[in-house]
């Protein structure tokens, strides 16, 4: 599958620790980011501890709650900051780029999930159909098995013991 010829490519990074964020060339501590200077998404952070949210508030001042949860994102300038997930959701504003880039890196991140799946059960779909033909070999000799049995009996017989199963009232008078 081919992707579309305008689509951006969409870099997966997946951060897991304060350390792997600082490594980052571009990436300043408690540097501030707003809806005029966001640049791009940077990737996505599951941390163990709370780092400081950077999205800047209409009073000038950072956010500064804490969050386990959040982006990565590129401001214009070229460096890296932070955004808590909760802040980014609630605070960033839904008709901006960073919500559409939340987005598109979110259903990229699933698909990407999704195809590795795919490729770990590939190598078993020939053990699997084997197994489907042969099941279906057995149900197939079951059915005749009913059949037969079915044959020898009345028609009266075989419409009750539809009936039977179509109500789910299993239980036999005589």
Request: proline share 2%.
């Amino acid at each position: 599958m081919t992707a579309a010829p305008n689509a951006q490519h969409i870099d997966i990074r997946n951060f897991n620790s304060i350390e792997e964020i600082r490594s980052l060339d571009n990436f300043r501590e408690n540097n501030p980011l707003s809806k005029t200077n966001y640049k791009r998404l940077l990737g996505e952070y599951h941390l163990q501890e709370e780092v400081c949210c950077c999205f800047l508030k209409d009073n000038g001042n950072l956010c500064g709650e804490g969050h386990i949860h959040g982006w990565v994102a590129e401001r214009s300038d070229g460096t890296a900051t932070l955004i808590g997930g909760d802040c980014a959701k609630n605070k960033f504003g839904a008709d901006s780029s960073f919500i559409a880039d939340t987005h598109r890196f979110l259903n990229e991140k699933h698909r990407r999930e999704r195809l590795a799946t795919m490729l770990e059960l590939l190598p078993l779909k020939d053990v699997r159909i084997a197994e489907l033909g042969r099941l279906r070999i057995i149900l197939i000799e079951l059915d005749k098995r009913i059949k037969s049995i079915t044959n020898d009996l009345g028609p009266l017989v075989q419409r009750r013991l539809h009936d039977m199963v179509r109500t789910r009232h299993l239980d036999v008078t005589i």
